[in-house]
């Protein structure tokens, strides 16, 4: 700003004003200097926040928070104040939470029955008689042992991730079901319908076979705009890695599920060149050359996910921990956000009652998240609400999607937060 003093007729002389913050003037101001926007006179302003130019998601698999992240500091963990923390099993006893020894524990009743039983309209009461006593059971970073390579892992590494990153104990699934549920809302922000929960994906190659062997439904093909036809539309790379999904191609399907390859439900990227399979050789190679995608999901089969009764869960956290360790050795750390994530509580014990969002199938019980990354919160803990389409809606914004123009997604999309609380990057709403 400037003041013009008129001191004779033909003679105008400038004169500088003092400036506030925020109100600096131009290059042409009496001394040269160009204009200041913030804390004139004092240190310089701050850097704008860096970008992530690189997002892996690694997913993990049935666990619920309180079951991994119960006794946690500072979490909202489990309460012996909860109404729901004594409940009543199907033989009449009263079972409390204590602490899981077993590293191979039991699968659990899993799908929307039992989410719903257990749930009992947000009371979250009836897992012990839902889903018997293991379901009050919990892990905490006591919990160590032999992994199958002989080596030594613990609850301890998923602890200290999230000591020395972020974690998030407000985020829930998208769906009170097991997949491809979830997934189908982290990718699309849609289920397509109560039917499509827990089928099979209609271009995959193993979907007759598992059908034939474990019964279910085959999905009708998707048609909706997914998350990879975005980013595909705007030329950045990205692929869904999942473990053995060669042998979804050749169709042997040995330790292969295909409900958990959601790509495959969708006409636009079924068996496309950005579905592949996961090995963490290829992984490290394509770390090592630079050609990683911008956007990678990672898929591992129930070995390496910590599933319940697919053997050792500390097997899941080398795995995760091998992952992790190959991408900060990489030169790609620097600007790549790791988000680890359970697709489903598993059938354990949660005490939170998840929100509940009308005409759709959610939101279901608390999962882990961790954001690890030099781009996410050193040691924070989020109890900001979030679901899977946080995921979804961090890429749209990252990558300058936009939101679906389909209004039933994009309305779905507006119903969650985003995972912006988790980081120190450049975050926010979805934007083109």
Same mark, same amino acid.
């Given at each position: 700003?400037?003041l ?36 004139c ?6 850097p ?6 690189? &997002? ?31 409940? =009543?099993? &199907? ?11 077993d ?21 979250? !009461? ?22 199958? !390579?002989?080596?030594? *892992?613990?609850i ?19 769906? +009170?079901?097991?997949?491809?549920s979830?997934?189908? *809302? ?7 319908? !109560? ?13 007759? =076979? ?28 990205w ?36 579905v ?5 050789s ?23 996910? +910590? ?12 795995? &995760? ?10 030169s ?5 956000? =790791? ?57 749209q ?25 988790? &980081? ?9």
């Open positions: 700003m400037r013009y003093v008129k001191l004779a007729p033909i003679l105008v002389i400038s004169l500088s004003l003092l400036f506030i913050p925020g109100c600096g003037g131009g290059p042409n101001m009496v001394g040269g200097g160009g204009g200041c926007t913030s804390n006179g004092g240190d310089p302003p701050p704008p926040p860096a970008a992530i130019s690189h &997002l892996i998601v690694v997913l993990m698999q049935n666990h619920s928070f309180d079951n991994l992240f119960g006794t946690y500091p500072g979490a909202t963990g489990l309460d012996p104040n909860a109404a729901s923390y004594k409940q =009543i099993d &199907l033989a009449g006893n009263t079972v409390s939470p204590t602490l899981l020894t590293l191979s524990p039991a699968d659990l009743n899993h799908d929307r029955t039992s989410y719903i039983a257990a749930w009992d309209s947000g009371k979250m !009461d009836k897992y012990a008689y839902t889903n018997g006593d293991l379901s009050m059971q919990y892990y905490d970073n006591t919990t160590s042992g032999l992994t199958t !390579d002989n080596k030594t *892992y613990g301890s590494t998923l602890w200290s991730y999230a000591q020395n990153y972020a974690l998030a104990d407000n985020f829930f699934a998208s769906a +009170m079901n097991n997949e491809p979830n997934y189908l *809302y982290m990718v699309a922000a849609t289920i397509d319908g !109560d039917h499509t929960s827990g089928s099979f994906p209609y271009y995959d190659n193993c979907s007759a =076979i598992e059908q034939s062997q474990s019964g279910g439904s085959i999905a009708v093909p998707l048609t909706e705009t997914n998350v990879g036809d975005q980013l595909s539309s705007k030329n950045v790379t692929g869904w890695y999942q473990e053995n999904f060669n042998a979804s191609q050749d169709s042997t399907c040995k330790d292969y599920v295909p409900q958990e390859n959601v790509f495959q439900y969708f006409t636009s990227t079924a068996n496309g060149s950005h592949q399979t996961f090995t963490m290829g992984f490290k190679t394509s770390l090592g050359d630079g050609s990683l995608p911008s956007v990678v999901f990672i898929q591992g089969d129930g070995l390496h996910t +910590m599933h319940p009764g697919a053997g050792n869960i500390l097997d899941g956290v080398e795995w &995760l921990d091998n992952i992790v360790q190959a991408v900060k050795s990489s790609m750390w620097s600007n790549t956000a =790791i988000v680890v994530l359970w697709d489903e509580s598993g059938g354990w014990y949660d005490h939170v009652a998840p929100p509940q969002i009308t005409n759709t199938q959610g939101l279901g019980a608390r999962v882990p998240v961790i954001v690890i990354s030099p781009l996410a919160k050193t040691g924070y803990i989020s109890h900001q609400q979030m679901d899977f389409v946080s995921i979804l809606r961090f890429i914004y990252n990558w300058k999607l936009g939101e679906f123009s389909a209004s039933d997604q994009a309305a779905r999309e507006q119903q969650s937060g985003d995972l912006c609380d988790l &980081l120190t990057a450049a975050c926010g709403p979805p934007t083109q």
